[in-house]
């Protein structure tokens, strides 16, 4: 059951701009986290934020989070290469299970 | 993808065959956990396991079977039962606090091909 949808889909950006990622879920959440998988990859833990906090940075990465609306954003700035990759999202409903979306593939150019 | 190994990286298998996939944790986490992912979606829970010798099923377990005889191993049958095994498979362990999941660790996958 995937209760996280990316959107959009696929994102295209040019070095150096920044990259918004958008997830939207269903339940009522414990925490929310993102994740990174570069292509044939395992997946990389990049942030986790708790159903009462409402934003998070780290480095070059912002989380929101607006649990009324369901939703959450994932922001990249001053994107690179490397930062080329698929980004998901999974929520933990109150459990032990993390749900993933079908995630967002996005492609930085040089 | 530290502290946990995942063999072998490619598979391939004839129909009728079980194949076992290996998944291995140094991190000293309780739970682990196996996810199936097929082209362009996300991550689909196989199976899951809290403690040792204790597992349940996840989302799509039918076709597969595991067991957790030794806190740092988590091995997956793809059993013949399992009509359409050909995927990408993450193992990931974490560690758990009572009702809560936080972090997962990923391995680095093995792709299955029949």
């Known amino acids: 059951s995937q209760q996280g949808e990316e959107d959009p889909q696929a994102l295209s950006i040019q070095e150096g701009e920044n990259a918004t990622m958008n997830c939207s879920y269903k339940?009522?959440?414990?925490?929310l986290q993102w994740y990174r998988q570069n292509s044939g990859r395992g997946l990389v833990h990049l942030i986790l934020i708790r159903s009462n906090e409402r934003e998070k940075h780290s480095g070059r990465l912002r989380v929101t989070l607006d649990t009324s609306k369901k939703s959450s954003s994932l922001l990249i700035t001053a994107s690179r290469a490397a930062d080329t990759a698929s980004y998901f999202c999974a929520t933990v409903p109150y459990g032990n299970k993390l749900v993933f979306g079908a995630g967002t593939i996005l492609r930085v150019k040089s | 993808d530290g502290g946990i190994t995942q063999s072998p990286k490619y598979l391939f298998r004839k129909e009728g065959q079980n194949v076992t996939l290996s998944c291995e944790q140094n991190l000293n986490h309780d739970a682990m956990y196996w996810y199936r992912q097929d082209p362009g979606q996300g991550l689909r829970l196989i199976y899951y396991s809290q403690i040792v010798n204790d597992f349940q099923k996840g989302d799509i377990a039918e076709g597969y079977s595991v067991s957790r005889e030794k806190k740092e191993s988590f091995p997956l049958t793809v059993t013949s039962a399992q009509k359409n095994p050909t995927a990408f498979y993450l193992c990931?362990?974490?560690?758990?606090?009572?009702?809560?999941?936080?972090?997962?660790?990923f391995g680095p996958g093995t792709r299955l091909t029949v």
């Open positions: 339940t009522s959440i414990n925490n």
């Open positions: 990931a362990s974490g560690e758990t606090s009572g009702s809560k999941t936080d972090t997962q660790y």
